[in-house]
């Protein structure tokens, strides 16, 4: 498990954003850990993409209010490129 520290980058979005619904290759894109939406769909397809620490399984997933946990979601590329998004509202 990943413990959040000043380690991690952290970018803070509402929840009313996720009251929608964002496509977890958006989210990806969104907070940098990749730099295009065919990035992240390779990423995902090769099962290096991770939502709190379980591996994302579909490119057409739809990360809503049911993935924060605490107040926020941890998303990570690979082994070692994490970024926390912390859900305020």
């Not at 979005?13 to 989210?27: F, K, N, R, T």
């Amino acid at each position: 498990s990943v413990r959040v520290t000043d380690a991690v980058p952290t970018i803070t979005i509402s929840s009313s954003e996720l009251q929608d619904g964002i496509p977890v290759a958006e989210l990806f894109l969104r907070v940098g850990l990749v730099r295009s939406r065919s990035e992240a769909r390779r990423l995902i397809e090769q099962g290096g993409a991770y939502l709190n620490g379980e591996r994302v399984s579909s490119v057409d997933q739809v990360i809503g209010l049911d993935a924060v946990h605490d107040g926020m979601v941890l998303l990570r590329a690979g082994k070692k490129r994490h970024h926390c998004i912390t859900v305020n509202g």
